[in-house]
């Protein structure tokens, strides 16, 4: 009988256990399941995440998304980088998008993601991103996931305190951090100090449809501009960029740009600015740069080099620059979601110091500075000082915030991060990162609402966190829950490319704007056919144009005849499928190029130069449906002299 | 005791196996599968799975929304339909009498749900080797005005 009533217990505690965990995903903040971390980021399959994360890859040039809380990656969106899975940069379509006034550069380190925001708040529209090598900005529309439009910033050089919006994205804001001459000279590098010039660059943002303009260009001192944030609230209308190589040094800055106690944080009041010039100030100035363009209805990009740019003289605007003292060469330049304060993370220090904007206001209006850099007046330390965070750790870099008083800041040496209170400057909280934390993220943590659930750590050494794949590791990152008091590390996961910085939001902002196709009756590509029964085949010279279309799963054509060798061939594959999710890929034995993936509704081009006489196939690369194989076709190729006329049919 | 442990083992198994949530096939898809009738020869008893129940053909022919149809019937299914001949789908010409008004529609408007459903369609399928009708994502009546061109064929 005892044993009964035990297995009957048995029984009870069993048929709960399994009730429990038939409910799955659910919130899980009770009982003795609290404990259980692997709950928080299990994303039971068919179920989605609950936020968007895009992380910066860096050297891959290009844009990963990830969900948030499973750490999950769905796709890599191509900006600066040739992308072979998509055709993105090697389709005639996108090539232009990859144009400067260097040429054709096929890559560049992209570094910081800033989704757009209105009134402070992330709108979700589109985000943007900083190619650091050649300067370029991106906006990326948060509707297709695409790259629409990307501007090159003259006079620039590592544009790394970029690119960063204003609170009603007004501005997409480009510092550069190596200083130049400008204009470009041939002159001695060691004439460096009070020759060179920092550009910050104010881009104007269309509000309808996101399209970019250089507003104007600062030409600050030569100092390195390392980070850039914009005030909000009570400080919209200044942007706030931290510097080091405040020494002006030209050669080995690892020492020679770490001499001086403290470096500045440059505070910009842009409207004033604007005003200026919007009042006819400003210097016109020669300057080639690339402004491409990508237009949604024709699926195409144009590249157009514009060859003049407004600059600003600091000195030409009193009262619109100040200098903040900021100790040990400040790196993040984080503003809190009140716009109160400003974080100035010293990288070769222990402590952040936080400057006060009141304080910053007060000061001006006192007029009491402490000297001037170049006539831009520099605020005495303390009187701009809010608080000092000591935290104990080492080599802070970035602060993000979840919008309950608390921030956020990584720690690059001592691999941590820790969270503080604003206006007390307690720690409050620390948890280790492996390892050598970069940046972090908090959804809208860059905004004057942050959706401060999850803390996404970007690491810079992964070492022994994953099974080892040779010498190169893929960077780590950490989820945290920050839900509660501490810290709660959930979850490893790999990244791509190198992470400087993320942007993530609530997965409500952008999965009902998703697009799903394009509609062939929308399509304004002007090598477009809106039915199959406009496939055709045209010569012009020596140029043959395919007029093709797809649907599962055959090609119209697919038995061309009449192509001979030293013909460019271009074909316009127009993708009839109407369905989400039913891209058809092209490819061509022997073809300089990558496939192209075409998305429902769209058309896109691929080029072909044949040099072997032969009968040459293509066919589709993704898998459609189950006579995927099937998808296939013939170009016959004649010998340069040939007289077969052009042909092309299907099933005939 | 032993027994009253096979009981437990028998009671979990069948809570772990009503938590796999596999709801099998539906009830109608079991009747269908025990009907021994050919669905091709009794089209007049299928209207279809989708979302159009009930459709009833007005005598005459409404000429707009035939040239609508027609317009639509080009761009977006002449990559796998000739009006009059077999190609990678069969042709349209007819083919109200062999299928019901709504059945045409549902097979335009969620050909998924169709092929996995409603018998004619799965039928179809495998005489058409394998060969998924693509769904156009075409509006109701988008839908309706192609059935009205396939009237005049």
């Given at each position: ?160 305190s970029?690119?960063f919006?204003t ?6 804001v480009?510092g ?22 920092g550009?910050l660059?104010f ?15 600062l030409?600050m001192p030569?100092f390195?501009y390392d980070l850039s944030h914009p005030g909000r609230?009570k400080s919209h209308g200044w942007f706030f960029f931290s510097t080091?190589?405040t ?15 403290k470096d500045f944080i440059a505070a910009v009041n842009w409207k004033k600015i604007e ?39 600091p000195?030409?605007v009193p009262g619109a620059i100040y200098f903040l003292p900021t100790?040990?060469?400040p790196?993040?330049c984080d503003v809190d979601?009140?716009g109160q304060y400003i974080i100035g ?8 110091t936080v400057h006060s904007f009141d304080k910053m206001l007060a000061a001006i209006d006192a007029g009491?500075f402490d000297?001037d850099a170049y006539g831009i007046p520099i605020i005495k330390y303390?009187d701009v000082v809010a ?266 | ?153």
């Open positions: 009988m005892k044993t009964f009533i035990k297995i009957n217990t048995l029984l009870i505690a069993c048929m709960a256990f399994i009730a429990t965990s038939c409910n799955q995903g659910g919130d899980s903040s009770n009982g003795a399941l609290s404990s259980n971390i692997a709950e928080k980021v299990y994303v039971a399959p068919g179920e989605r995440d609950e936020q968007y994360a895009f992380l910066s890859g860096g050297y891959s040039g290009n844009l990963t998304v990830y969900g948030l809380p499973s750490g999950r990656m769905f796709k890599e969106i191509p900006v600066f980088s040739q992308f072979p899975t998509s055709g993105y940069g090697y389709s005639e379509e996108t090539k232009p998008m990859l144009n400067t006034s260097f040429g054709f550069i096929p890559w560049d380190d992209l570094h910081h993601p800033d989704i757009s925001q209105t009134n402070g708040e992330l709108d979700g529209r589109w985000i943007f991103a900083n190619g650091n090598n050649t300067p370029r900005i991106a906006r990326i529309s948060l509707s297709t996931f695409e790259t629409e439009e990307i501007i090159e910033v003259p006079n620039s050089a590592g544009n790394h970029s690119s919006i609170e009603n994205t007004e501005y997409v480009a550069t951090r190596f200083s130049v001459p400008v204009p470009q000279r041939d002159m001695p590098i060691k004439e460096y100090k009070e020759n060179f010039k550009a660059t881009i104007a943002v269309e509000p309808e449809h996101g399209h970019l303009d250089i507003k104007f260009q030409l030569g390195n609230g080091y190589n020494e002006e040094a030209n050669t080995l800055l690892e020492v020679n740009a770490s001499q001086n106690d005003e200026y010039v919007n009042n006819g100030g400003g210097k016109k100035m020669p300057a080639k740069y690339a402004h491409n363009v990508y237009d949604e209805s024709t699926h195409t990009a144009t590249s157009t080099m514009k060859d003049e740019v407004l600059t600003v003289d000195s030409e100790p040990k060469s790196h993040g979601p009140s993370a010293g990288k070769l220090s222990a402590d952040i009491n000297g303390e608080g000092t965070v000591q935290s104990g750790g080492l080599g802070p870099l970035h602060t993000e915030f979840d919008g309950k008083g608390n921030a956020y800041t990584t720690f690059f040496i001592s691999s941590e991060v820790v969270k503080w209170k604003l206006e007390t400057w307690e720690v409050v909280d620390r948890q280790p990162t492996f390892y050598s934390v970069g940046h972090l993220m908090i959804p809208g943590g860059n905004s004057r609402k942050p959706h401060g659930k999850y803390l996404v750590a970007m690491n810079k050494i992964t070492k022994d966190r994953y099974l080892p794949t040779g010498p190169e590791m893929e960077h780590s990152a950490q989820i945290y829950d920050i839900s509660g008091e501490k810290m709660q590390l959930l979850y490893d996961f790999p990244t791509h490319g190198e992470p400087h910085y993320a942007a993530g939001c609530d997965a409500d902002l952008l999965m009902n704007n998703s697009k799903k196709i394009y509609r062939i009756d929308e399509n304004m590509h002007p090598y477009a056919i809106k039915s199959p029964s406009e496939a055709k085949v045209v010569r012009e010279g020596k140029d043959v144009h395919i007029y093709m279309s797809t649907i599962r799963s055959h090609f119209t054509p697919d038995n061309i005849e009449g192509v001979k060798v030293g013909d460019k061939v271009y074909f316009h594959i127009t993708n009839h499928e109407q369905d989400f999710d039913v891209p058809h890929g092209f490819s061509m034995i022997g073809q300089g190029t990558s496939e192209i993936l075409v998305m429902p509704g769209q058309t896109k081009t691929s080029l072909w130069e044949p040099k072997r006489v032969g009968v040459w196939p293509f066919y589709c690369t993704d898998f459609c449906s189950a006579l995927h194989q099937e998808m296939q076709g013939y170009i016959r190729v004649s010998p340069a002299n040939s007289n077969i006329e052009l042909s092309w049919s299907l099933d005939e | 005791m032993k027994k009253v442990i096979y009981v437990l083992v028998a009671v979990v198994a069948t809570m772990i196996v009503a938590c796999g949530g596999g709801d099998g096939q539906s009830r109608k898809d079991k009747i269908l599968a025990k009907s021994v009738k050919d669905p091709y020869e009794n089209w007049q008893d299928y209207k279809g799975v989708g979302p159009i129940q009930d459709l009833i053909l007005p005598e005459t022919i409404d000429e707009a929304m035939v040239a609508k149809g027609l317009e639509i019937f080009e761009s977006k299914c002449t990559a796998c339909h000739k009006a009059e001949k077999k190609f990678i789908g069969p042709a349209p010409k007819g083919i109200l009498t062999r299928r019901n008004p709504e059945w045409i529609m549902n097979m335009i408007l969620v050909p998924e749900q169709m092929v996995k459903e409603d018998a004619i369609a799965k039928k179809l399928l495998v005489d058409y080797n394998g060969s998924p009708m693509a769904n156009q994502n075409l509006t109701e009546e988008e839908a309706r005005a192609v059935l009205e061109y396939f009237r005049t064929l």
